[in-house]
């Protein structure tokens, strides 16, 4: 398993979408902050994005994790691979 730098920035979302999906996102962060797929959060100043230090085997498979977040289709995503 590699280390990746996720930035992500949320585009087109609604608040009531917003807060309506909240829960189930924060239950699957948290599972992974449980089980050491997720190793760091970072909130954007401005509250539009987040970074994240996610553990997976290449892009790809950050990317496949990544798409079973309720906020996905609101994502546009960077994905970096860290040393």
């Known amino acids: ?5 996720i930035d ?5 979302i609604d608040d009531e979408t917003r ?3 909240l829960p189930k996102e924060q239950e699957i962060i ?13 909130i954007k100043e401005d509250a539009a994005g ?18 079973t977040l309720p906020y996905y289709p609101y994502m546009k995503i960077e994905i970096m691979t860290l040393r």
Not at 30 to 42: I, P, S, V
Not at 50 to 67: E, P, R
């Open 19 to 21: 807060m309506r999906l």
């Open 8 to 12: 992500i920035l949320l585009q087109g």
């Open 1 to 5: 398993m590699k280390k990746f730098m």
């Open 30 to 42: 948290k599972e992974w902050e449980t089980n050491g797929t997720l190793l760091a959060t970072y």
């Open 50 to 67: 987040i970074y994240l230090v996610l553990m997976a085997n290449d892009k790809q498979h950050a990317d496949q994790k990544l798409s």
